[in-house]
């Protein structure tokens, strides 16, 4: 199982950016997973953000889209996402999550259970 490690979190006005990343670990052939990020506030509902497949194909939550690109460096078993324009409603927990499972359609890649492994999370703060 691929052990994840978020960083890139903090404290940023509104309007601002950030680049969170996952490092991933263990024995893994990070090439092949798909790679998807997550984000719960407070009394909320953990929620889909963005999702990169081993082909590179990427979907975005409507929130999000225009805003955050998801990316994968494979030589660095890395993933990124990286948030521009921020507004105080993206405050949340991001979560990055893994699985080696290919999935065609973009409803299963958002749904949370599709995804075995999961970071411990990075607080991203936006203030208005």
């Known amino acids: 199982q691929v052990q994840l490690v978020e960083s890139g979190g903090g404290l940023v006005q509104a309007g601002g950016s950030l680049r969170l990343s996952c490092a991933a670990s263990?024995?893994?052939?990070?090439?092949?997973?798909?790679m998807g990020w997550f984000r719960q506030a407070p009394g909320k509902e953990r929620e889909f953000v963005a999702t990169i497949r081993s082909d590179g194909n990427t979907y975005y939550a409507e929130s999000v889209a225009g805003r955050c690109t998801i990316s994968r460096d494979n030589a660095k078993n890395t993933a990124y996402l990286q948030m521009n324009s921020l507004k105080p409603e993206d405050t949340a927990v991001y979560y990055c999550a893994a699985t080696n499972r290919f999935y065609i359609g973009g409803s299963v890649q958002r749904l949370p259970s599709s995804y075995a492994s999961w970071g411990q999370g990075t607080q991203v703060t936006v203030s208005s």
């Open positions: 263990g024995r893994t052939s990070f090439s092949s997973y798909t």
